[in-house]
């Protein structure tokens, strides 16, 4: 005000603050608010954040939640993690605000905000007495949640962390956690282990179906659910369907298929979302249906499949993924088929979200597809160069990702098939080989530092 030359009653009409409040403010008399914070930096044409580590001191010199929470959130919106992480330290000096630090943490999260909640579920993580309680367990989840990325690797050791706190959740989140985790193991390809969670979530959603329909408050249990109870019965009918396909036991997989298949005969929900769900585990019961005959030999169902998903977009890259696979399997030309839906094989910067399948997933999936696809060139076609460097993308993706399964896939073809190779495709998976190196070494380290 003095530097220019602005009386008190200017700069409180430019900052839209009451002249009385700025006065009782200036003297020391009242503690700033956080939209008085705001409004007091923007009229002096300051940063927003400009004053927020002074603030912080304030905010404890008498502690008052009603100060703080406004505080954090503002923090997230500017990404001053720092300064979230200097108030959670400050405030669990006291362990009664760990109650509501996990409120804010909850609001952060449902707001996306998942760097500034992941600060405070640590926090509240490391503070929580209770080492059975449900809002340590909470935390956990969410951490895990949040961590999820696209290094498999990374996703499988935070999910084996998690793991010890899955049964200390209410049941209707452990349901959708024990889906998140199905997601997890089979991306790292450990389809035992994804067939014991499906059969967990079948045995937990099950007994929370029937204990719905004998309740008066009918609706209670599907509002805690992400998706409604039959839902996840279906799911994980389907779940144990992909685990026996992945252990090649086809005929297991058809007794799965017709289970989800046969929803419409047990579902008592007639609603819209219940039909539209009925009629999403048929179509895949019809296209599963014919993947596992195929996959089992009965190669006449190839052209009813490629017709059958042809009316399907969002199942037609799986779809022919798997057609590479039994073309592999057993000695079939496809060609016809991959020109057929060539628009529909994705590259790997443009996989988004599809239909019901989750990006890592796809993006997992997209790796195997280029070192099958480059089986299949190899075995059917003279251009062994063009195969070769699908095995070198596929390696490329598969350390973008972490992921151990491909790049040892990956190694095997490329020594298998290295007298193919040109000279650019032996310096490149030289350069490829020393990134991998690299990641194993630091992958040492982080096991290390974790014992």
Known sequence: MKQHNILHSQFADIAGINSGTLSRI???????????????????????????????????????????????????????????????????????YVAVLFEIAEELYEDKKYSAARILYIGVSESEKLQHSERLAMCQYRLFLIDLGENLQLNLRAATQFEYYLYRLDEAVQIEALKQLMHVYGTVHEWAKVDALAEEMHRLATIQYELQSRSERATDEQKRTKRPLYYY???????????????RDYE???QFVSLYASGDTWIREKDEEAIQIINQFSEWAV???????????????????????????????????RMVQAANTYDLNIDRILERFKDYIPLQSDITVLGDYEVRILKENYIQFLSDLAVYRLNTSKDANSAIHLILQSLKLSLTMNSETNIITCFTLFEQYRDFADLEAREEFKKLSSEVHQLNAKKDVILLGSL
């Open 26 to 96: 200036l003297q020391g008399n009242k503690p700033i608010s956080m939209s008085q914070l705001v409004a007091i930096t923007a009229a002096m044409g300051l940063p927003e954040d400009y004053f927020f580590d002074d603030y912080l001191e304030e905010c404890f010199s008498i502690v008052s939640i009603r100060r703080i929470r406004p505080f954090i959130m503002r923090c997230a919106e500017l990404n001053r993690l720092d300064c979230i992480q200097k108030t959670v330290n400050q405030l669990l000096d006291d362990l009664s």
């Open 287 to 321: 296209a599963n249906t014919c993947l596992y005959r195929l996959m089992s030999g009965d190669v006449d169902v190839l052209n009813e499949y490629a017709d059958y998903i042809a009316s399907h977009e969002d199942e037609i890259f799986i779809a022919v993924s």
């Open 233 to 247: 019965i279906l799911y994980a009918y389907l779940g144990r369907a992909k685990a026996s396909e992945e252990c």
């Open 252 to 254: 297991r997989a058809l």
